[in-house]
């Protein structure tokens, strides 16, 4: 079963700033027939998609964030991560990196089947 | 954006109890709706794919059902280890859209 766990910053990010979190994915590798997304949660709201990686480095952005969001992969490190550009509190959040299919031959399989527990992320001068 | 309206937002039941909670799309979605757990400080755990679809090692207390742009989870015989809060999202339309939770309280 893979695993997923994610890694930031021990403190806040001031706002302005960047934020750059890695995911380590473990008993597993980053393979071809996988999207490798990011999903955050603000506290005490809902679940926001922000983006996703194919091996192939191929990504897909959330509209809304689209201009200030950079998500890479290493597949030599087996991980991969989000960079997020010019923050403000609203990025305050729980940030899970989750993994979700990719069959092109069947679209069922393509839902988030394994996460990580989460990191909070904190904006504050 | 496809909106999600899951319900109730939370819910109190008492052990034994059988429990439906219900995703509605504001589109038709394929049936590419999937339901999972999520724990304080755990990593969310996947119910069901594809509507219908029990994941693999997953007890058989929990299904499925809809179509169309009605979806619901059923959990059977619940028991204190259910307490969590549970979550639909869509996969069909690009952005990826969640339901707001429902948080089940095992009296």
């Known amino acids: 079963q893979v695993q997923l766990q994610e890694s930031g910053p021990p403190g806040p990010v001031k706002p302005s700033g960047t934020l750059s979190l890695t995911c380590d994915v473990s008993a597993g590798s980053i393979t071809n027939n996988y999207l490798w997304s990011w999903i955050r949660q603000p506290p005490g709201k809902g679940l926001e998609w922000i983006g996703e990686i194919w091996y192939s480095g191929k990504t897909n952005y959330s509209p809304s964030l689209k201009s200030r969001v950079t998500i890479s992969l290493d597949s030599s490190k087996n991980q991969f991560s989000l960079r997020l550009t010019s923050v403000t509190a609203a990025d305050t959040a729980i940030y899970f990196c989750?993994?979700?299919?990719?069959?092109?031959?069947?679209?069922?399989?393509?839902?988030?089947?394994?996460w990580g527990q989460g990191t909070l992320v904190t904006v504050s001068s | 954006d496809v909106q999600m309206t899951q319900s109730p937002s939370s819910l109190s039941a008492s052990v034994g109890d059988r429990v439906t909670i219900t995703c509605r799309t504001s589109q038709g979605i394929n049936n590419l709706l999937a339901w999972f757990q999520q724990k304080p400080g755990k990593a969310p755990k996947s119910l069901i794919y594809g509507a219908s679809t029990l994941e693999t090692g997953v007890p058989s207390k929990f299904s499925g059902s809809g179509s169309g742009t009605e979806f619901s989870l059923t959990i059977s015989s619940l028991q204190p280890e259910d307490s969590a809060t549970y979550y639909c999202?869509?996969?069909?339309?690009?952005?990826?859209?969640f339901g707001q939770g429902t948080r089940l309280e095992i009296k």
């Open positions: 999202h869509q996969y069909d339309t690009y952005p990826i859209t």
């Open positions: 989750a993994r979700r299919g990719g069959w092109s031959d069947n679209w069922n399989l393509n839902y988030f089947d394994s």
